[in-house]
């Protein structure tokens, strides 16, 4: 995050916890504060550093390197998904996205699986729609630049990128995580921001093949959890 970005967040945090107390500890029905919890989150989600870091994570590789690749975006805000497609545009790299509009017209919903299995896209982009019922052994590496704090997503996501199919081994997933700025000091609140962010990470650590390799994530969650214990 940059500062302003950190700024709204605990500002958001501090209204949370003063509706939380007012509403004597129950959230249901409380319309304002899912709001000021969807606003939090937005901004966890929307982080600008994260599509900058992806045209630096997409330029260390070929384009052999990032074929059949899935891009999870924010539901959140349309703005991600667009700097994401001028990003590919930059790039030379092919494209499309996956919308409720695409899965809910069976020929174009072909067309794009045929192109994306045939080399013809590179990339798919996708907000929520392919979170459940979207079968595509192909992918071969999804970049998750947001998720939601449920973890049956997370394991919805990664069972749809480990799908076998023909010649594959594995699966490449580049989760971005959230942290404050480096040169703040931790407290309690953004102790719990990052501890948010390392259970989803944790999770996709457990099982990853690299895990323990010298720049795995373990060895990056673990100078992590140093920092923020």
């Known amino acids: 995050l940059d500062e302003g970005e950190l700024d709204e967040w605990l500002d958001l945090s501090f209204k949370i916890r003063q509706k939380y107390a007012m509403s004597e500890g129950s959230m249901d029905g409380d319309s304002q504060l899912t709001m000021l919890l969807t606003r939090r989150r937005k901004i966890i989600e929307t982080a600008a550093s994260k599509v900058a870091f992806l045209e630096s994570l997409l330029n260390r590789k070929s384009k052999d390197e990032l074929s059949h690749s899935l891009i999870y975006l924010t539901g959140k805000d349309p703005e991600q998904m667009e ?3 001028e990003v590919l545009q930059r790039l030379g790299h092919t494209y499309h996205r996956v919308t409720e509009d695409v ?31 979207f079968n595509m052994p192909e992918i071969r590496r999804a970049f998750i630049l947001a998720s939601e704090t449920t973890e049956k997503q997370w394991v919805q996501r990664r069972g ?3 799908r076998q199919s023909q010649g594959k081994t ?26 948010g962010e390392l259970a989803r990470c944790e ?3 457990r099982l990853a093949r690299n895990r323990t390799s010298a720049d795995g994530p373990e060895i990056v969650l673990n100078e992590i959890r140093i920092k923020y214990s």
């Open 160 to 162: 749809r990128v480990l």
């Open 103 to 133: 899965t809910g017209r069976p020929e174009l919903l072909k067309q794009t699986i045929t192109a994306f299995r045939e080399g013809q896209l590179t990339f798919m982009t996708a907000k929520k729609v392919l979170d459940e019922g």
């Open 203 to 205: 999770e996709f650590t």
């Open 83 to 85: 700097q994401v497609h």
């Open 170 to 195: 594995h699966a490449e997933i580049h989760d971005f995580i959230v942290l404050p700025p480096s040169d703040i000091e931790a407290d309690s609140e953004t102790k719990k921001l990052v501890g």
